[in-house]
């Protein structure tokens, strides 16, 4: 037995190009397929058959660990293989129609044990999109009567959907979810590393924030060019500064940086993932050489420093840039 794919496809725009509130991208997403995208098989699973399929198909039909027997129902009568699976610990129930692997990731587990699935930025970080640091699990109920048990995060989505058959939202729909809790700029960041990563394509977000929460699809209007969020915050708090601000600026003999606010200041966002190490801090050094030779101001920042002490970093380059030092001598 072959998987399937489950996620829809959709183009968000008419004919003409312009922006379509049709149909819902998420909802087939994220939720129930179409009856008639999936041909539900009758043929009985073998025991080993089945947990073959789940864990070869990991990503597709078992996120985090956890499947639902609605989606296996869709490649054949999984009853007896269910029954089997459970008495010999292949698989555990979590709530009626929910299973994981003795491996499953245990925010999966705890959002759909409580009667949802995860989603918004718990979803978003399961996907390694960027989100701000959170030890909150978010959640969505599977049906709208259902309340999630205390201590966790609970997140609409602000359209009805099908029942979902993945215990972990897409993309997408976590965007979407997200929307009702981040801020703008954190909302921006999050969809700037979902477009940059290639997890997500443009046009789906288009119609997928249409019906988010806070009617959040001009967020799409503010996105660039980014490969880190502290480098989407920056980008963005200096642009509300109204600054001229470039991402993703190739120099000459040094290659991309990070952003170049005017003509000649620099900013580089270090994060611990891509700047630790001998050989990356001899080649950020290499780089900051070479476009002080080329007359170039250099700043570097972390990430604790524009989360945390972002009105110290905003003073440091007002002050460049009210002295003119951003703008190449005339």
């Known amino acids: 037995m072959q998987a399937v794919d489950i996620l829809g496809d959709s183009t968000g725009r008419d004919g003409a190009g312009r922006l379509s509130t049709g149909p819902d991208p998420c909802r087939s997403g994220g939720s129930s ?12 699973w073998r025991a080993d058959a089945l947990l073959s399929f789940v864990t070869g198909n990991r990503d597709a039909v078992a996120p985090g660990g956890v499947v639902s027997a609605r989606l296996l129902r869709r490649h054949g009568d999984p009853h007896d293989a269910l ?16 299973y994981c692997l003795p491996d499953a990731d245990e925010e999966v587990v705890l959002a759909v044990s409580s009667g949802g699935v995860l989603t918004c930025v718990s979803a978003l970080r399961f996907h390694s999109v960027w989100v701000p640091r959170s030890d909150a699990v978010h959640a969505r109920p599977a049906r709208e009567s259902v309340a999630l048990q205390a201590g966790l995060e609970q ?10 058959v993945l215990a972990v939202d897409p993309v997408a729909l976590a965007l979407r979810a997200a929307s009702g809790c981040l801020s703008r700029e954190y909302l921006v960041a999050a969809v700037d590393s979902a477009l940059d990563s290639g997890l997500v394509r ?29 480098e989407s915050l920056v980008r963005e708090r200096l642009r509300g500064q109204r600054l001229r601000v470039r991402t993703q600026v190739t120099i000459d003999g040094v290659g991309r940086v990070d952003l170049l606010v005017g003509d000649r200041l620099v900013i580089e966002t270090d994060s611990a993932a891509h700047h630790s190490g001998v ?12 476009l002080t030779a080329l007359g170039y101001r250099v700043l570097r920042v972390s990430w604790e420093q524009v989360i945390n002490e972002w009105p ?5 380059i007002r002050r460049i840039v009210d002295a003119g030092d951003h703008r190449w001598a005339v």
Do not use: I
């Open 202 to 230: 443009r046009r789906d977000l288009d119609r997928s924030l249409w019906w988010s929460p806070g009617r959040a699809h001009d967020v799409l209007a503010h996105t660039d060019w980014a490969q880190s969020g502290t």
């Open 33 to 44: 397929p179409p009856d008639s995208a999936v041909v539900a098989a009758t043929t009985p």
């Open 312 to 316: 110290a970093v905003l003073r440091a």
């Open 279 to 290: 050989d990356a801090y001899r080649e950020d050094r290499r780089r900051d050489l070479q």
């Open 83 to 98: 029954d089997d699976l459970l008495g010999n610990g292949g698989l555990r129930r979590l709530r009626r129609g929910w």
């Open 155 to 164: 997140c609409r989505v602000s359209r009805r959907l099908p029942a979902p």
